[in-house]
């Protein structure tokens, strides 16, 4: 039955107001006595940069999609105490303790994010060497990177920082049409920047700077040599992970080598290059770029033309982008150095280098990203570690004699002292080209397999003879995780040494054509801290006397000779403590 509802009366009105009073009277004079344990605590105040709290660091607070609509609210709920615990007692119900949050510190020096609605900031550079620079605060417009600053003379010459983009050629043509013009890279000043993309502040109108948060790197360079594994891997992410490492000053300990404090890398723009423009044909690039950097965004060549359509259009008012920070990279720019131009040919050296030389970047620099691949392949940890145990254990014997370590039959052996690795932890990886265009002779490639199979059999080692075509990316990656010393004519499969655990006798060995010599995997081993040795049929080159470049006839072709016995005695002298870095 519904019950009919009645017109309040003069008398019901003075009961509810008479109950109020008493309310506000009473928790007026009893709620300093009330037990607030439970309750929630909600703080209004709202930082759109730092959330500051009393007696702790600085802390990032919870990004904002729109800080002109959207407030943030910290909630504090501080824990109950907890009962006393009673004999067979069950829990109390919804009496948990909460674990305590965990503050999420900035990254190391990462720059404020500023509102560019009504200001410009200025660009800045964080570091540079001819074909990396990081940048703060650049701008992009109708495909133009713009550099805004009072100080252009304080900036390096475009020509060290972008070019056109174009393919290269080693002629007189194509080096003038690779040089950069006011159309690939050009300067305005605060007041040219405000007159194309300033909003009118008598109307209250905001720029018309759209920005791109986060830490972007900008690839400006053709596919030519992205498409490449060891182009890609060991040459432009392994400089541009140097550079990024160095530019913050980044540290990576022995304890937890799989970690860095650098910040995160958030997108990746493959400006001159398509979806297929920076992925190799045997599947390495993409593999690694992806399982180093699991959620990082990729655009390409397409998605760059978006940006430069949509801030083109002749009808509309100019409008640019605003790139937050940009590690920008530029092959041409690189070969202008001095360390790339006229000495490796190596974009990564100038990158390296320059942070060597600033002291900057830590010995397992590296580590992360080959770890990060590594675990995603499914290697395991104490593999992982084998690099960092043997340099603990090189660096734990105080008695480490120097010099070869010889057997009482006066043969070489491993030096643990200078190794650090047990006879079973050594492991020889010969990769076979036999069935690609530059291969050795058949008779002397079965002589090398024959004389390492009876070398490791004397010495308790491990030896995998590889053919890439035939492994999957996983089990090709499990072995270069073991290996301590790899070995194989001129050619991409060599890349791997990038995934080799870097011991104190690391060491790739290279088989070319007699007087042909590369700078490749030369480098890249030094660059890592690995011994390289060149050889030449029955000779052999290391620093410091390092061949010339030189591609002879025949360095492409299936006659090269190789003499198995000078093979293994350079491993057997390196292993045993000769040849030192």
């Avoid at 909460?98 to 509102?115: C, G, M, S």
């Avoid at 209250?204 to 596919?223: D, L």
């Avoid at 990729?298 to 801030?311: C, G, K, M, S, Y």
């Avoid at 395991?380 to 570690?385: A, N, Q, S």
Wanted: aromatic content about 8%; hydrophobic content about 40%; glycine content about 6%.
């Amino acid at each position: 039955m519904v019950g009919i509802a009645r017109p309040r009366t003069l008398r019901d009105v003075a009961l509810i107001c008479l109950g109020a009073a008493a309310m506000h009277f009473l928790t007026s004079f009893l709620g300093p006595f009330a037990d607030h344990s439970n309750s929630i605590i909600v703080k209004t105040q709202v930082s759109s940069e730092y959330v500051q709290d009393a007696g702790q660091p600085n802390v990032f607070a919870p990004a904002q999609h729109d800080s002109s609509n959207h407030g943030h609210l910290d909630v504090a709920q501080p824990p109950a105490p907890a009962p006393a615990k009673q004999p067979d007692s069950p829990p109390a119900r919804d009496q948990r303790q909460l674990p305590a949050q965990e503050l999420i510190k900035p990254p190391k020096d990462l720059p404020e994010a500023v509102d560019t609605s009504h200001t410009i900031p200025e660009t800045t550079i964080l570091s540079h060497a001819p074909g990396w620079t990081l940048f703060q605060n650049v701008y992009m417009s109708n495909g133009t990177m713009y550099i805004v600053t009072s100080r252009p003379s304080s900036f390096p010459d475009i020509s060290l920082m972008t070019s056109t983009g174009l393919p290269a050629e080693n002629t007189p043509e194509n080096i003038a049409a690779r040089m950069p013009t006011a159309e690939d890279m050009a300067f305005l000043t605060p007041q040219e920047a405000h007159d194309r993309w300033g909003g009118d502040v008598d109307k209250a109108e905001k720029n018309r700077i759209w920005s791109v948060p986060g830490n972007t790197v900008i690839i400006n360079e053709p596919s030519q040599f992205l498409d490449h594994y060891y182009h890609f891997c060991a040459e432009w992410l392994f400089g541009a992970w140097a550079f990024w490492q160095g530019a913050w000053n980044a540290d990576v300990s022995p304890d937890s080598a799989a970690k860095t404090d650098a910040p995160p890398i958030h997108r990746a723009i493959f400006a001159n290059a398509g979806a297929h423009g920076w992925r190799d044909r045997p599947g390495f690039n993409p593999y690694v770029f992806r399982s180093a950097f699991p959620a990082l965004t990729v655009e390409v060549l397409e998605d760059w033309d978006d940006r430069i359509v949509a801030t083109s259009s002749p009808t509309a008012p100019a409008r640019a982008w605003h790139f937050e920070t940009v590690l920008f990279t530029d092959r041409s720019a690189a070969f202008r150095g001095p360390i790339c131009g006229s000495q490796t040919q190596r974009i990564a050296a100038e990158a390296t280098e320059h942070m060597r030389k600033a002291g900057n970047l830590t010995k397992l620099w590296w580590e992360p990203v080959r770890r990060a691949v590594l675990r995603f392949a499914g290697v395991d940890e104490r593999t992982l570690d084998l690099g960092v145990r043997a340099d603990a254990a090189v660096a734990a014997n105080t008695r480490m004699q120097p010099g070869a370590a010889a057997g009482s039959d006066g043969s070489l052996r491993n030096n643990r002292a200078v190794s650090g690795l047990y006879d079973s932890d050594i492991v020889i990886t010969y990769i076979s080209r036999q069935a690609a265009r530059r291969h050795l002779l058949d008779p002397d490639h079965d002589a090398l397999v024959a004389a390492l199979e009876a070398m490791c059999k004397k010495h308790g080692w491990e030896l995998n003879v590889v053919q890439a075509e035939k492994l999957s990316k996983e089990q090709q990656l499990a072995i270069a995780a073991r290996t301590t010393l790899m070995l194989g004519v001129h050619g991409n499969g060599l890349t791997h040494l990038i995934m080799m655990p870097v011991t104190p006798v690391s060491t790739v060995i290279e088989i070319f054509y007699p007087q042909g010599f590369a700078q490749d995997y030369h480098w890249t081993a030094h660059a890592l801290g690995m011994r390289h040795f060149a050889i030449w049929n029955d000779t052999y080159h290391t620093l410091p006397n390092k061949p010339q470049v030189n591609y002879p006839e025949g360095f492409q072709g299936t006659e090269i000779p190789v003499y198995a016995p000078t093979v293994v005695q350079v491993i057997e002298e390196r292993i045993a403590g000769l040849h030192p870095l």
